[in-house]
C-alpha cells in the first residue's frame, strides 16, 4: 500500500499479504468514490454483508478508559452463551484491545468473493472478529492518520467484512461524539441498528462526559438502549466484599436524568480483569464472581430488547 503524503508518514501498512480489497482503504478501488476529502471515500449504500446480522449494537461512551471495550467483549461472549451467533466489530482504530482480551493477536485476515473474512474466536465459530489490530505490521505501532483516512476504513469495515448470518453485531467504538462517531453511524444507519449501549463509571467526572455521549445519541437519532456502570465498586480478592472505590449509582443516576433504561453495574472484579489479561471466556470460568450476574443480566436485557420473532 501507498504512504500518503502529508498524512502519517508512520502509519502502520496492512501486511503485504492482504488482497487488493484491502488495499481499497487508502487507494479508493471498486465500490468506493470520491468524498472531495484527500485519502477519504465514501461506500455505497447496500445491504451487501451485513444482510445477514439481525441486531446491532453500538457500544458507546464520551469518555475513555470506562470500559467499552471489557463491556464490549463480555457482552458478546455471554450472547453466546445464550446461544447466539455473535460479530463483534472492533473500530477503536488507535486503541484496538479487543484481539488480546479473546486471545487472537496477531491472527491473519484472509479474504473471500465477499470481501474481508473476520477472525472467529472460538472453534464452533460462534464469535468473530473484526479489528484494525489485525491489520497492523507491528502490534505497538501507532495509527497515524487524519479523519478521512480513519472513516474510509470505518466504511469498508462496514461494507467489505463478510460476517455472514449473525444474531448480534456488537460495534466497539472510540471515545468522543466526533469524526469517527459520526462516521460509525451513517455507515450503520441504513442496516437500522437495535441502538446504542452507554458506558459510564459511577464519579462524576465520568458521568458528565458520558452525559454528551446521549446528547449525542438524540443530535443523530440514535436509540439508547440503556446505561451501563462499569466499575462499580471493587471486589475483594480474599473476602469477596464490594468497595466503593470511585462513588455509587452515577450511571443509574444518568440514566433516571436521560429517560433510558438502566442496565447494571459491573463492579471492579480481579478475576474479570485477569481472564481478560490471559484472553480466556470469563463468562464461561468464573460463574461464581461477583461480576458474572451483572454481565448476565446486562445480556439478558439487551436480548429482551430484541422485537419479538427476531431474536
Not at 487507494?27 to 470520491?34: E, N, P, T, Y
Not at 507491528?138 to 472513516?151: F, I, L, M, S, Y
Request: aromatic letters at 6%.
Amino acid at each position: 500500500m501507498k504512504r500518503s503524503q502529508g498524512e502519517g508518514s508512520h502509519c502502520p501498512l496492512v501486511r503485504r499479504h492482504f488482497t487488493q480489497a484491502g488495499r481499497r482503504t487508502v487507494r479508493g478501488g471498486s465500490g468506493w468514490k470520491s468524498c472531495g476529502h484527500p485519502g477519504g471515500m465514501e461506500a455505497a449504500a447496500e445491504p451487501g454483508n451485513l444482510a445477514g446480522v439481525r441486531h446491532i449494537i453500538l457500544v458507546l461512551s464520551g469518555k475513555g478508559g470506562v470500559g467499552k471495550s471489557t463491556i464490549s467483549t463480555e457482552l458478546a461472549l455471554a450472547l453466546r452463551h445464550a446461544g447466539k451467533k455473535v460479530g463483534i466489530l472492533d473500530v477503536d482504530l488507535c486503541g484496538p484491545s479487543i484481539p488480546r482480551m479473546l486471545r487472537v493477536q496477531g491472527k491473519a485476515v484472509h479474504q473471500c468473493d465477499s470481501g474481508w473474512v473476520p477472525v472467529f474466536v472460538d472453534q464452533e465459530q460462534s464469535i468473530s472478529l473484526m479489528s484494525v489490530g489485525f491489520l497492523l505490521e507491528k502490534p505497538d505501532e501507532a495509527v497515524v492518520w487524519r479523519g478521512p483516512k480513519k472513516n474510509a476504513l470505518i466504511k469498508q469495515f462496514v461494507s467489505d467484512v463478510a460476517w455472514g448470518q449473525l444474531d448480534y453485531l456488537v460495534v466497539d467504538t472510540p471515545p468522543g461524539t466526533s469524526d469517527e462517531h459520526m462516521a460509525v453511524v451513517d455507515a450503520m444507519r441504513p442496516y437500522s441498528p437495535l441502538g446504542a449501549l452507554v458506558v459510564t463509571t459511577p464519579q462524576a467526572v465520568s458521568v458528565g462526559d458520558v452525559r454528551r455521549e446521549l446528547t449525542f445519541c438524540k443530535k443523530v437519532g440514535l436509540r439508547v438502549i440503556g446505561v451501563v456502570e462499569n466499575m462499580s465498586g471493587f471486589v475483594c480478592p480474599h473476602c469477596a466484599e464490594c468497595t466503593n472505590v470511585f462513588s455509587r449509582g452515577g450511571g443509574e443516576e444518568l440514566a433516571r436524568h436521560a429517560g433510558v433504561p438502566f442496565l447494571g453495574s459491573v463492579p471492579l472484579d480481579p478475576t474479570l480483569t485477569r481472564s481478560l489479561e490471559e484472553g480466556r471466556d470469563f463468562i464461561r470460568g468464573f460463574p461464581k464472581s461477583p461480576a458474572f450476574p451483572a454481565l448476565s443480566c446486562i445480556a439478558q436485557k439487551i436480548l429482551n430488547e430484541a422485537p419479538v420473532g427476531l431474536s
